[in-house]
RNA sequence: GCGGUUGUGGCGAAGCGGUUUAACGCACCUGACUGUGACUCAGGCACGCGUGGGUUCGAUCCCCACUAGCCGCC
């Protein structure tokens, strides 16, 4: 682990009980709870390194599985790492190929020392260990590298995910031994699915590897929030508190509150991209989606509180004409736009941590955003 | 004016007497999207097949007239 990394707890709100923290990486200290937007391939999907500073966005991520099969780890470590590949000053976290054993399940086979993947490009046959992963993220150079795990989708049976608990667990100390980059920090992940005494024994067996940070992962598989939420219950108490947590794959405003309420630290997800890719906007009022008739003549921003470039600058009447025509500039305002939102909404957590006021915070925009409804998306 | 040819949803286009509740594509209208295989996926959208008659148990599909477009020829 990297002298340059560190996680200091500042202040735990009196009211909640969540975390106002620093985490000091090797390219820079990010407050948290945090979300992390996803670029996968060193690039978040239609957005400049200025756009992410413009949002301030802190780390990022990107995929070993993803920049293994294309460009290659060699061709990011020939321009100094993926940093220096981007050409982004922040900090970036790489995940470890594992969601990819779950997501390309079709293509591949688990055994003890590995998994056998079939490309997703050309249908040649791969193999990652947890050897391999880390050697990869090695030369990919990340602040923050993840160790390999399988990621069951849910429902699994217990027998399963026992036997599978078990292997992750074997896999990240076999990572650990690997990891040989000291300016990377490996995080342990948990997992477990819905099963508590799973999760108890995933948290405390990767705990005692003592990794530092630790990822909740198996989540946002397909159960629906409340056993989501007790997926997060059942692995916090066995997390060693004074190390980031990182909840791995969420990104809907509901479950990050929730998050943030049960001791969560850092957060990621696709889903402010995709969905603004896709004309899906996040919005203080709740979910706009801009190609929809009622914006054609709509002269606001997609959110009048919202400080991004996008609402500062564009109309839902222009915008949605952009998405329509196929617009890549569509693509770029949107997703700033939802980033902005999330991180903004990050920022707002951080204050109210602070000021030991998150409790009632949670509550407010619960409520606000009608997020205790039945049919809310939790957008 | 004469001869030929074609008229199916906003557009293109299947079907050519009875499983057509009129295929499919585009456009349009809605949803979805959670460690990105993602400008993706799902759903909706023609009580009607140029108009009016006729043949038939039955007509988008056959016949007649009309009408419109297109191509030739005077």
Redesign the pocket.
Known sequence: MSEKFYFEIKHICKQSGARYGILHTPHGDVETPMFMP???LAS??YLSPDDLYAIHAGVI?A?TY?LWLRPGEDVVANAGGVQAFMNYKGPMLT??G???V???A??RKITEEGVTFKS?LNGEKLFLSPEKSIEIQNKLGSDIA?CL?E?PGYPATYEYMKQSVERTLRWAKRCKEANHNPEQSLFG?CQGGAFEDLRKMSAEGIAQLDFPGY?I?????GEDKPTLYKMIDYAIPYLPSDKPRYL?????ID?ILEGVFRGVDMF????P???A????LMTSKG?V?I????Y?YDLRPIDDECDCYCCQNFTRSYLRHLY?C?EGLAKRLLSIHNLRFLIHLMEEIRVAIQEDRYGDFKAELIKKYGLDQKDS??F
Not at 217 to 221: E, I, K
Not at 248 to 252: C, D, E, T
Not at 268 to 271: H, I, M, Q, R
Not at 291 to 294: A, C, E, G, V, W
């Open positions: 996803v670029g996968t978040v999907k991520l995929n993803h995940d470890s594992g969601f990819q779950f997501s390309l079709e293509k997703h993840m795990d990621c992940i990822a992962g198996g989540t946002s598989v791995m794959g969420v990104g809907s479950a990621d997800c696709v889903l991209t995709r969905i890719r896709h004309g899906s979910r989606n190609r929809d008739k009622q054609e329509k196929d998306k939790g």
